[in-house]
């Protein structure tokens, strides 16, 4: 049986019946408020997207190609792999800040660099001073989007947390449309300004980030681990219960969290990087955590996010204007796919979105695997139109899991002491699929063109299968019963019982029933 199935019952937390019925982020400040701090977070994606789409149309400019002499098919793969090699650099520094000084500072650190970083790019002399800025980029990235995503799953109203985290990776498509339309804006500019425009405009969500981060509340979870209960205390009450300490919700929380950290620490001894595969629940998260990170990277969406121009260049359609808009509009397809399906992680659940994700790549990869090859044989120009329309539907049926979930899934199955560490090996696995994509890519393309597509619809079979028999419900849990799924009954008892045993002594100032969490637990307990 999948284990998913196994643990798809217990998809329902204690603490939904803490949860005021009428506080919605639209009526209650402080909700609102804290959401808009989230968004100063969010877009940290925004600046990892906006970088394909950038790349995608600079190569369909004439003003960047003729700048820098035409880079060669191997020049290209650098170009766009550069950013991932700066990442690589920052992963063995990133989750030590991130767990160290604390989520905030990390991000500030991050965004600092990729505001100096992206300053160089768009002054670039040469196409060595490029490739260093590029390299920057990630540099500082990895230190950002590294601890942001963290915070954003760590402060957020229970109610929203899961939609929240999904958007995310969404707001992905946000940067990337921002780049399409500016390349598309400016590439009639006869000058350098052309490139260069772009290039600078890709450090502004790291400008907001640098002067408004410190407004922004420091995790919860961190400062308990820290010692800092009052503090945490404080944020928690502050944001969630309207500044009442006593709110039967902050207690649940905050005990919840307390107890967590601490069986974390002394009964799973969930320290180091060692850990990470110590126990066998641990295992299970980076079998995971490792196999969405590549899936999500190898499952054909590599080819249109950087290498768009070559697949319409190979399908006959070479004009510059209609490629810079059909890498536009895909990106508005993206956007407002992946948005629809953040909105929906609750009501559909993680393992039904993982599953319909890849069935339908699998189906239209497929598809547009057919179309390429008649188009390629017979020159049939309905053949290409083809290969556009189901690039479209494959890319919408990616972004139901793939887009919204592979950050916040990853983030949510991952007890406190080991976030930082294994969200970390995800964007490292990430990177090092990138760099082996950006390079083989558009070398197997120009070699062998649509017989490479069948490599990957071999793959995504395999994913199926994988997706099928591994992904675990979450559904409707908060971040500590989600990482108690997988280290058995024992955690499950230890970490919900004192959450409620806090939620019982206050339960005379809140309308729901204590004696209806005890019901959940119950069915937690049978995972």
């Known amino acids: 049986m999948a284990p998913g199935v196994v643990a798809s019952a217990a998809a329902d937390s204690g603490i939904n019946h803490l949860l005021d019925p009428r506080k919605k982020w639209y009526n209650n400040r402080r909700i609102l408020a804290l959401n808009g701090w989230i968004v100063l977070l969010l877009i940290t994606s925004s600046t990892n997207g906006y970088d394909g789409s ?19 098919t ?7 792999a550069i950013q991932n090699i700066g990442s690589l650099a920052a992963y063995p520094f990133a989750p030590y800040l991130s767990d160290g000084i604390g989520r905030r500072p990390t991000v500030f650190i ?5 505001c100096i970083a992206t300053a160089l790019q768009g002054a670039s002399q040469s196409e060595g001073m490029f490739v260093g800025a590029r390299f920057m980029i990630g540099f500082g990235l990895t230190f950002a989007a590294n601890a942001a995503p963290m915070l954003v799953s760590e402060l957020s109203y229970p109610l929203y947390r899961a939609q929240l985290t999904a958007t995310y ?3 992905w498509y946000s940067g990337a449309i921002i780049a399409a339309w500016t390349t598309f804006g400016t590439f009639k500019i006869n000058s350098t300004w052309a490139w260069r425009i772009p290039s600078v405009l890709q450090g502004l969500p790291s400008v907001l980030q640098v002067l408004l981060i410190w407004f922004v509340p420091e995790s919860p979870r961190y400062l308990v681990h820290k010692g800092k209960e009052e503090e945490a205390l404080n944020v928690l009450a502050y944001y969630h219960a309207d500044g009442n300490r006593d ?10 969290i307390k107890t967590a950290i601490d069986y974390d620490r002394t009964v799973a001894e969930n320290v180091g990087w060692k850990s990470l595969f110590n126990t066998p629940g641990n295992r299970k998260r980076m079998r995971i955590i490792i196999a969405i990170a590549f899936f999500s990277q190898w499952s054909g969406n590599g080819l249109a996010s950087y290498y768009l121009n070559q697949i319409l260049n190979d399908i006959n359609i070479k004009d510059s204007t209609t490629q810079l808009l059909i890498n536009g509009i895909l990106a508005i397809w993206n956007l407002i796919c992946a948005l629809i399906a953040s909105s929906m992680v609750e009501r559909l659940g993680r393992r039904f979105m993982f599953l319909f994700s890849g069935i339908g790549m699998l189906v239209f990869f497929t598809s547009q695997t057919i179309a390429f090859a008649q188009f390629q044989i017979n020159a049939q120009p309905a053949a290409a139109h083809s290969v556009i329309a189901f690039i479209f539907l494959f890319y919408a049926c990616y972004d139901v899991a793939f887009t919204p979930l592979i950050v916040a899934y990853t983030v949510e199955i991952l007890p406190y002491p080991l976030r930082a560490k294994g969200f970390n090996v995800f964007n490292f696995v990430i990177s090092l699929a990138l760099i082996f994509n950006q ?8 070699a062998i063109t649509w017989k490479y597509y069948i490599i990957y619809c071999c793959w995504i079979a395999f994913e199926c299968v994988f ?25 499950t008892n230890e970490i919900l019982g004192q959450g409620l045993h806090a939620a019982d002594k ?11 969490v005890e019901h959940h637990v119950g069915t937690l307990e049978k995972v």
Do not use: R
Not at 54 to 72: A, C, D, I, K, V
Not at 74 to 80: I, K, M, Q, S, V
Not at 110 to 114: E, K, L, T
């Open 54 to 72: 950038m790349m995608n149309g600079l190569q369909s400019l004439s003003q960047w190609q003729n700048y820098f002499n035409h880079p060669s």
């Open 74 to 80: 191997h020049e290209l793969g650098l170009l766009n």
């Open 110 to 114: 991050g965004a600092s660099i990729m």
């Open 169 to 171: 990776n969404s707001l």
């Open 247 to 256: 709110d039967p919700l902050v207690q649940y929380e905050f005990n919840e």
């Open 439 to 446: 390079y083989a890519n558009p070398i197997a393309l120009a």
């Open 467 to 491: 997706l099928y028999l591994y992904v675990v419900e979450t559904k409707g849990l908060t971040l500590e019963e989600t990482a108690a799924i997988f280290d058995g009954e024992h955690a």
């Open 506 to 516: 206050h339960e005379g100032k809140h309308s729901g029933s204590v004696d209806e």
